[in-house]
Every structure is written in C-alpha cells, then in structure tokens.
C-alpha cells in the first residue's frame, strides 16, 4: 500500500510565523518497491544551515551512526518514530494502519523482539514479549512519538556494554530526548493528508527561568486510514526539563511522555477477496470489528554529577505503564460459512483482550576520565508486571467474571512478574595520539520470572511456574585511524536474549495440576564486525560487514483459532550482511547561478539470513533445513535523498527501494514457500 499524504505547516518561533508545504508519500507494505518521498517544502528559522545528513563517528571502534536533529526538524510531522529510522541502511518498518498500528521493524535482518530500542538509554522493549510497538497483540500501543526526541542514536551489533540493553542482538537505537532551550519561544504546526489525515502540534519552551528551563509539547493525530476499518487517533503529551546547579557540576533533569491511541484495527484477508472487491476491502462491521484503546506513560528521572575533573556520574530512575484494551466482535454463523480462519471466533462472538504491565527500575553509572583511557561503570535494576486476560460473552457489554474454578468467562486470566539486572565495565583505551582506541567490555546480565495463570477456559487448574536465567557477555572493539579521514575498525561480542513469557505458556498442565520445569532455552549470539570510515569536509562514508551466529533460535507458533502462542528452540541460524552509508553536505555550487545549499545521502544494505541446522518443529510438524532462508529478511535495501536549502526554505527529496524477501507462514516463525517481490 502505498500512502500519499499532502500536508501544511505552520511554525512559530517567538513571535516570527513561518509556512511549510509538502507532499509525503510512505510505504507501508511489505511489497518490492520503490517510493519516491518529497519530504519537505518548508521554511524554517533563516539561521538554519543546510539538512545534516546521518552523521557517522569517525573513530568509534563499533558499527554506529546518528539521525542529527536537524535531519528530524524536516521529516514529515505524520511518520512515526519507527518510520523515521527506515532512512537508515538495514531498517525496514511496515505498518497496518495510520500512527504506528500494527509497526513491525527488522533492523539488520532481526526482528523487532532482537534487537534494543531505547530512550534517554532506557528500554522501551517488552519485559515479557520483547518487541517495542504491536507485542502479543497490542495492536495500537505506541509511546514514543517523533514529538518526543531530537535526536536517535544506532548502534548496530551487539556493541559495547554502556549502550546495549537487553535485547541487543542485532543492535540498539537510541531516542535523546527532547531538550529543553536556554531562551523563551513556541511552535504551532498543523498536517492534512489523504484518508482524511489531520494534525497538529504545540510546543513551549520557558527559556531559563529561576533555573530551570522547561519544554512542553502536544500532538495530535486523526486518520481515516487507507482500508475500510483501520481509523486511528492518538495524542501525545510531553513535559521535560533541565536544571543546572553548582555552576554546571549538577544536572537535574528529567521527561515524562504520555500517549493515547484509539481506533480500529484491520484483518489479514484471502487474496481473492481483495482481488475481488479492491485492495482497501474489510470485512463489514456486522461481520468483524475490532476497537482497540492504548494508554501508555513513561517517566525518566535524573541527576548528573561532576565529583572531580576525572569522575562524573549519572544516576537515573524510571516508571512507565502500557494499558491495552481490545474488544472485537466476531458474527460466528458468517463465519462457519467461511473456508479460512477468522480472528476472534471461538465459543463467543464478543471478547475483551487486556494487556497491563508496568514497569520501574534504576540505572546508575560512573565515568572515570583518564589522560589515555575511559572507564566505564553502570548497572540497571528492571522490575515489571504483566496482567493478560481475555474473556468472552455473547453480548457487546463483556463482564469480567475470573472464578477460581476455572468456571468463569476468561479463556486466560495471567499475572507475570519479572526482573532484569546487569552490571558492566567499560574501558576505551587511546594510544598513538589517538589512533588506536581499544574497547574491552564485560556485563552481566540476568532475568528472573515467574508465570502464574489462574484457572481458566484453557487453564483447569490454577499454577505457576518460574526459573532464573543469566549470562556473562565480553564484547571488544578496536579502530585504527589509517589517515586522518579514514578509519578502520572491528569488532567482536557475545550476548543473550532470555526467552518471552510465551515460553512459559506449556508448562502449566492443561488436564492436570502439574507444572513441568522451564525447557526453553535463551537465545545467544556470536557477532563479528569489520568496516572502514572516511570524513572529508562534507563527504561522510561507512562500509561495513557484520556477521552473527545464533544458538537455539527461538520459533514461536500461534493457534489462529484461540490466538495463543507458545515458543521454543528451533537449532541454530546466522546473520549476515554488508551496509554502505555515503553523505555530502555539497553546500553552494554552480556559482552564483545556482542559489542555496545542497545536500544527499545514499544508504545500501544486501543482508542474508539462513539456518545452519535442520529442524522440525514439534507443535505443527513443520520442517526447515540447513541453508534455508529466514522469512522476512528483504534481501536489499536501498535508499537515497537530495535536498535543497536557501534563506530558510528547504526542498527534499527520498527514495527508497525494498528487494525480495521470504514469507512466513501465517501460524508460526519459519518460513514458508512463498516469496514477496522479485
């Protein structure tokens, strides 16, 4: 589907008022294309230089790159914080509906579950379920918007310890939050798209006043969607602020995000039909609905300190809550008439789907600034919660009516708790005035859980199950400044991801009282890292090759008819590729004929992903062998972009190319016959 938005925007800076016009077009498919964006005809403050494009650390002795916040300034104000990272070489993100709904993100051939995406250095990944946006189901959940950070941080790989989080497998990104400004001044700005896509922002910064600046921000979202039942709305709300103490020694500091979302979520239909009645057919509302609300909030605490010239440190705290609701309605005697599976059918024509966690925890660290080296140490303390529940009637008003039996209206009625810890130390070694930077690291990471479900539809019996996992994790990486515009480096480390609570799920006897111990093993990788950097004036490049093994690749199968999933080991598996970055800030050519700054990007990635074992899974009897492709891998990526700036205005362009990739089958993680693209 392709999704063509036409937007106006206007900004107030003090009491300056500045237009803006574009046209935005994204893709939200999975299929091979390659969509040309005009992403921004703007005017912006006259003291705006040309749009930097993503820059790449010259001397990191890791795989890195950022998304600079005047990249972010002239993105179209409708992406989300997922799509604004598919710029970026290796990043593909999907979604089925407007504002984020149902995003699904690879980065480096992994799935949204292996790889870290974090804010202000927090984690935004699941505790229980592993991904960011779409987990277990949680169709419209999103936190973190574009209103909220000016800046993204990658970190492809496992990376060194100070970055990564607990799912970094095939990297982290990093959201800086939004900063607050030293001196007084606000934005209004307003969108209009095709499906009826509106929008607007606000934001205030106060300057520094007694001390403290502080910046607020709301946006808001309306969209009909580009199928028949996938309208959304959403409303995000930001406060943050900065106060400096002691002449700058102490920093406290802190954000607080709080997000709604609202709407209806589409369903996977046969091809015939859409063939028959158009791409943007959906089952009519007397058939199928599906509404979905989401209240997601998250606060970030901190203070920073300068104790000497050698050591400062930084000791945050944060609290966040995701409260998921859905309510569907399914006409069961149209869908006894039907040959393929429709979602939420089963015993009842009406359910209530509810995911609740909350989450809470600590995360100091101390940096000791030395003459030739930089020593690192920090830990996290992580405790979450997690109430899953579904329950079924035969009328819209759905009770929520648990019996200790088993007797009463919920197929599942699950309290999870669990708890994430590690610890790390750091060094970043300079030798050769600079030339050779080594990075040895070390963390230690563990996870404690426990699963309980009540007895239930599915569940007669009432038990729990639990298990401690944890992990040592080395990683080291070394650059070596061949000249002083290019760079050479490599890197090597080892990390786990700790299996989701759908591991759990078997373990607690559906025809007995019994509980049987955890089975399933943690995932863990080997990553190796190599690459060249070159920074001359204006021209950035990055090329690099990266390679990752995988122990017990975890595979998950859902039951399409009750929507449950369970996941196990499914052997071993690798990850490979090579990624191509090249920037230039051109600035001011062809003479006085020719007005304005120029600037262009062009990113190439070619990534390959295939099992290195044989394996029949034991729940749908589903085969693999070694050699054979993991699904939803697209096997290239391309994308490239050239913009123009001149007294304020700005002109962008970008294009982006998806090649083909492996499907998966629709019930479980391996892949299927089926191929998407050429």
């Not at 559906?510 to 509980?515: E, H, I, M, Q, R």
């Amino acid at each position: 589907m392709l999704k063509k938005g036409l937007f106006l925007t206007t900004t107030a800076s003090g009491a300056i008022m500045f237009a803006a016009f574009a046209v935005a077009q994204t893709d939200t498919t999975t299929n091979t294309t390659a969509p040309v964006t005009i992403t921004g005809i703007s005017k912006t403050s006259a003291s705006s230089n040309a749009a930097t494009p993503v820059k790449v650390p010259l001397k990191s002795t890791y795989t890195a790159s950022v998304i600079t916040k005047k990249v972010l300034e002239n993105e179209s104000p409708a992406k989300t914080a997922q799509e604004v990272l598919a710029r970026e070489p290796s990043i593909f993100v999907t979604n089925n509906g407007p504002g984020g709904v149902n995003t699904n993100v690879t980065f480096r051939s992994f799935n949204s579950g292996q790889f870290a995406e974090t804010y202000g250095g927090i984690g935004l990944n699941d505790a229980f379920n592993g991904a960011v946006t779409a987990q277990a189901d949680n169709d419209n959940n999103t936190l973190v918007t574009s209103n909220d950070f000016e800046s993204v941080q990658l970190y492809r790989g496992i990376n060194n310890p100070s970055v990564n989080s607990y799912n970094s497998l095939g990297g982290t990104i990093n959201y800086v939050p939004r900063q607050p400004t030293d001196t007084f001044g606000g934005e209004v700005g307003g969108n209009y798209g095709s499906f009826n896509t509106i929008g607007y922002h606000v934001t205030l910064n106060t300057g520094l006043v007694d001390g403290v600046k502080q910046v607020f921000s709301f946006e808001r979202q309306n969209s009909d969607g580009w199928t028949q039942n996938d309208k959304n709305s959403g409303s995000n709300l930001f406060y943050g602020f900065d106060a400096p103490l002691n002449n700058g020694a102490t920093n406290i500091y802190g954000s607080f995000i709080y997000n709604t979302s609202a709407g209806l979520v589409n369903q996977l239909l046969p091809v015939d039909l859409l063939s028959k009645y158009g791409d943007t057919y959906q089952l009519p509302s007397s058939d199928y609905l599906k509404q979905n609300t989401s209240t997601n909030f998250a606060a970030i605490g901190g203070i920073t300190q300068q104790f000497t010239s050698y050591l400062s440190g930084d000791f945050k705290a944060f609290l966040a809550e995701n409260d998921y609701v859905r309510t569907s309605y399914c006409n069961r005697a149209f869908s006894n008439t039907q040959d393929y599976n429709i979602s939420d059918c089963n015993h009842a024509s009406n359910h209530l789907y509810g995911y609740y966690t909350t989450t809470f925890g600590f995360q100091p660290s101390l940096k000791l600034s030395l003459p030739f080296n930089t020593v690192q140490v920090g830990s996290n303390l992580t405790f979450a919660h997690l109430h899953s529940r579904e329950f079924f009637a035969n009328s819209f008003n759905i009770p929520q009516n648990p019996q200790p039996d088993g007797s009463g209206n919920d197929f599942w009625n699950e309290h999870d708790v669990r708890t994430l810890g590690s610890v790390y130390i750091q060094d970043e070694i300079s030798l050769f005035d600079d030339r050779l930077k080594i990075t040895p690291g070390l963390k230690y990471l563990y996870a404690i859980t426990k699963d309980t479900d009540q007895a239930a539809y599915y569940y007669p019996y009432t038990g729990s199950v639990s298990n401690t996992e944890h992990y040592l994790s080395p990683t080291l990486g070394m650059s070596f400044a061949i000249t002083p515009q290019l760079v050479a480096y490599a890197s090597y480390g080892q990390n786990v991801k700790f299996p989701d609570i759908t591991s759990y799920y078997n373990n607690i006897a559906t025809n007995s009282g019994s509980v049987q111990p955890v089975t399933v093993k943690p995932e863990y990788v080997k990553d190796y890292e190599v690459g060249l950097r070159y920074e001359n004036g204006p021209i950035v490049a990055e090329a690099n090759y990266y390679r990752e093994d995988f122990l017990n690749t975890f595979v998950t199968t859902t039951d399409l008819s009750t929507g449950n999933s369970t996941t196990g080991n499914g052997g071993s598996s690798r990850y490979e590729g090579e990624e191509l970055q090249l920037a230039d800030d051109f600035g001011h050519i062809g003479g006085d004929m020719v007005p304005g700054d120029f600037a262009g990007y062009l990113n190439f990635a070619h990534n390959s992903a295939i099992y290195t074992s044989s394996y029949t899974d034991q729940f749908s009897g589903i085969s693999v062998t070694s050699g054979q492709s993991i699904a939803n891998v697209p096997q290239n990526l391309l994308s490239a972009g050239a913009n123009w700036t001149n007294n304020g205005y700005y002109v962008g362009v970008d294009m982006r190319y998806i090649g083909s990739q492996v499907l998966n089958n629709a019930a479980i993680s391996l892949p299927s016959n089926f191929k998407n693209g050429a």
